[in-house]
């Protein structure tokens, strides 16, 4: 299912894999990140920021590995508008 070279993939796994990775981050800080007071080691613009980084290692497998562009172009979109977001929201 996840080897076809179209862009409805690679965006459809661009859009699920930061708000994955988010949890992710959050849920380890929760457990082993927190300072004594109660709050996070990091902001949350921090951890967004991190969780827009796990896009760039599917597409790189997707460009490198299997060679699909269309997929890596879907991914990179995705990244581009999150990115746009995240700075418009931030900066």
Do not use: C, E, H
Request: glycine share 10%.
């Amino acid at each position: 299912m996840l080897k076809k070279d179209n862009w409805g993939l690679g965006i459809g796994l661009a859009l699920v894999l930061p708000p994955l990775g988010y949890l992710l981050l959050w849920l380890v800080l929760q457990q082993f990140g927190s300072k004594p007071d109660g709050s996070l080691m990091l902001r949350d613009s921090t951890m967004m920021l991190l969780a827009l980084f796990s896009n760039f290692i599917v597409f790189r497998y997707y460009m490198v590995n299997l060679k699909y562009d269309r997929t890596g172009r879907g991914i990179l979109l995705v990244t581009f508008v999150y990115a746009g977001v995240f700075f418009y929201l931030f900066l």
